[in-house]
């Protein structure tokens, strides 16, 4: 089983529409949690930080379940520009440096 | 501005042939890293470095070797190409260990 994984997609939907994607980790101990953004042959940038209590960004709203092990974005009111690649990354311990984990990504297609 | 550079963008090698990458940093980073990155495989960490002349094995780190000769510069190293390296190369620095990455925009790399 791959540390993290994600749907890879790609998932097609029209403008306005909200989507959600789900990423699980196999580390029960990980303690940081992550969404970065990657467009087409660029380099990834962050979205968000996922907290244990969610958080919201204005369309985006990150989600962390402990207990099943998962970490999830929603995106509201799509837009074109939400067209990419989305990572899930997870730090599986303090200090643990060296592990900072990337899902392979799942991709978005927003179509007007 | 300038973030993280990464030099250079593109690179075509013969197997066998040696190259260094180059990875600098402005932001006064403590850490960097470098990453591959392949088709369904997410990003996986070469080496790493937590300070100016540290330098630590990641999740892939055989065939490549680097440098932190200064707390600016990180230099990943190929001594002999081979196929299986042909690969799409980021960059990043972050300030602490579990905070946000930066990345540089990436080199592509082929080996023939």
């Known amino acids: 089983r791959k540390e993290v994984e994600q749907d890879p997609g790609p998932f097609n939907v029209p403008e306005g529409a909200t989507v959600a994607f789900n990423c699980t980790y196999s580390n029960s101990a990980s303690q940081s949690f992550f969404w970065y953004r990657q467009d087409c042959r660029k380099e990834p940038k962050l979205l968000m930080s996922?907290?244990?209590s969610g958080n919201e960004d204005g369309r985006f709203t990150a989600q962390l379940n402990r207990a099943s092990q998962y970490i999830s974005l929603l995106i509201r009111d799509s837009k074109l520009s939400d067209s990419a690649t989305y990572l899930c990354?997870?730090?599986?311990?303090?200090?643990?440096?060296?592990?900072?984990?990337f899902g392979a990504g799942t991709r978005l297609a927003v179509h007007p | 501005n300038a973030g993280v550079t990464q030099t250079p963008k593109f690179r075509v090698l013969k197997t066998g042939q040696s190259m260094t990458l180059l990875c600098a940093q402005d932001?006064?980073?403590?850490?960097m890293y470098w990453y591959r990155q392949d088709p369904g495989m997410g990003l996986r960490l070469i080496h790493y470095?937590?300070?100016?002349?540290?330098?630590a094995k990641g999740e892939v780190p055989d065939g490549y070797n680097v440098s932190r000769l200064k707390k600016q510069n990180f230099l990943l190293g190929l001594e002999s190409a081979a196929p299986s390296q042909t690969s799409v190369y980021f960059c990043a620095s972050s300030s602490q260990a579990n905070e946000k990455l930066f990345f540089g925009s990436g080199t592509q790399l082929s080996v023939l």
């Open positions: 932001m006064n980073h403590e850490y």
């Open positions: 996922v907290y244990s």
């Open positions: 990354v997870v730090f599986p311990m303090i200090g643990g440096y060296n592990k900072l984990i």
């Open positions: 470095s937590v300070g100016e002349g540290t330098t």
